[in-house]
C-alpha cells in the first residue's frame, strides 16, 4: 500500500520551533514532489511549502517565507518541514502529499492540490502560551 506519513507535531509556544517529517511507505520518493498543506479550524486548506523531486526547485506561501524550510533526504525517503519563529496562526493540522511519479526534477505545485496523488493522515500542530 503506497502511504506518507507525517510525524513531529506537538504543541509548542510562540516563537519555538518544530521539524515535520513525511515519511513514504510502499515506495521511494525519488520521483516525487512532496507538498505540505495545512488546515485550521473553520478555514480552507492552504498550500504552505513544496519541494520538486530533484530538491531545484522549492516554494512558499507568503505567510511562512523566511521562517519555514522544506528540506529532502532521499536517501531516507522523508521530507522535512521546519518551522521556526512559529506563531500562534501557524496553529493547524498539517499534511504532505506526494505527485508523481513526475517527468521534471525541477516542478512541485504549492498551491493547489490536484496534483497530490496520496495524503497522509495530518500532524497536530499548536502555536500556544
Known amino acids: 500500500q503506497l502511504q506518507v506519513v507525517e510525524s513531529g507535531g506537538g504543541l509548542v509556544q510562540p516563537g519555538g520551533s518544530l521539524r515535520l517529517s513525511c515519511t513514504a511507505s510502499?515506495?521511494?520518493?525519488?520521483?516525487?514532489?512532496i507538498g505540505w498543506f495545512r488546515q485550521a479550524p473553520g478555514k480552507e486548506r492552504e498550500g504552505v511549502s513544496c519541494?520538486?523531486?530533484?530538491?531545484?526547485?522549492?516554494k512558499y506561501a507568503d505567510s511562512v517565507k523566511g521562517r519555514f524550510t522544506i528540506s529532502r533526504d532521499n536517501a531516507k525517503n522523508t521530507v522535512y518541514l521546519q518551522m521556526n519563529s512559529l506563531k500562534p496562526e501557524d496553529t493547524a493540522i498539517y499534511y504532505c502529499?506526494?505527485?508523481?511519479?513526475?517527468?521534471?526534477?525541477?516542478?512541485?505545485?504549492?498551491?493547489?492540490?490536484?496534483?497530490?496523488?496520496?495524503w497522509g493522515q495530518g500532524t497536530q500542530v499548536t502555536v500556544s502560551s
Open positions: 502529499a506526494a505527485d508523481g511519479p513526475v517527468y521534471s526534477g525541477n516542478v512541485c505545485y504549492r498551491s493547489t492540490a490536484l496534483p497530490y496523488d496520496y
Open positions: 519541494i520538486s523531486s530533484s530538491s531545484g526547485t522549492t
Open positions: 510502499g515506495f521511494t520518493l525519488d520521483y516525487y514532489a
